[in-house]
């Protein structure tokens, strides 16, 4: 595997991935992030970078453009790879055969790689169920046995908006609920203690309402789809990046 990349630009879409914010934790939020390794994939010009839990998968596709490529896979430390790409400016060259290889004209790093993801098969679900994701004669995706009933389109910034709403309930687990052209959000701890918000958005589908936990609104940047069923995983999808989500469901 061989790409030519900015260091910053390879930076960046590395800790994307690792949907690094809060995440719930005992009734309420604590720092976290999604896994501590990103598995990286190199198919002629387009770079995938994936990560997953037992929860949360998300991966990004982005173009290399015309420079120098070679076709393969990587499974690296995340923390540690971004610390050594910040000693770098400018273009590098990132090559992984049986250790990971950072270099520039004059600077060159290498840190070993690790043997796989553990949650690859997580991953690889994700990889396979994309293909349907991007077929444009698919309105309502299935994801397994769940084929989802809602599909809202809203902008980045309004998703985030209302996030940070929510989070001051300190609990980072959030619903959203789909009625009547309405699209709402919200996190409640208690009956007193609770915020909720109406979001701008296009829709379409029937009613739905889903509960779920954890960071995932910085993961995009534009605009995007949110697909939902109730009480079924929630699909996050814009034109270069997907995430998948379990619902929470309390049983207490």
């Known amino acids: 595997m061989k790409i030519i990349i900015e260091a910053k630009e390879l930076s960046e879409l590395i800790e994307s991935v690792a949907l690094k914010g809060r995440y719930f934790d005992g009734g309420e939020s604590k720092n976290g992030m999604l896994s501590a390794h990103a598995y990286l994939v ?107 009933e809602t599909k809202v389109h809203l902008t980045a910034v309004d998703l985030t908006e209302a996030t940070k709403g929510c989070d001051v309930i300190n609990t980072a687990r959030y619903k959203f609920d789909y009625n009547n052209n309405i699209f709402k959000m919200s996190s409640i701890k208690t009956d007193l203690d609770k915020y909720e918000t109406n979001i701008n958005c296009l829709t379409d589908g029937e009613p739905s309402t889903v509960e779920f936990t954890g960071f995932f609104h910085g993961f995009f940047k534009r605009t995007l789809d949110i697909y939902l069923k109730d009480d079924s995983p929630i699909l996050f999808v814009s034109p270069t990046r997907i995430l998948l989500k379990a619902p929470y469901m309390d049983r207490s």
């Open 42 to 148: 190199v198919s002629g010009n387009t770079l995938q970078i994936w990560n997953a839990d037992n929860t949360t998968i998300c991966g990004l596709n982005h173009n290399l453009g015309e420079t120098t490529t070679e076709s393969g896979s990587a499974v690296f430390d995340i923390k540690k790879t971004v610390k050594y790409l910040k000693g770098f400016t400018g273009a590098v060259t990132v090559e992984a055969n049986d250790f990971l290889q950072i270099s520039n004209e004059s600077t060159n790093a290498t840190l070993p790689l690790v043997v796989e993801h553990s949650h690859q098969t997580m991953i690889d679900m994700l990889v396979e169920f994309e293909k349907t994701v991007r077929d444009v004669n698919v309105t309502f995706p299935t994801f397994r046995r769940t084929t989802f």
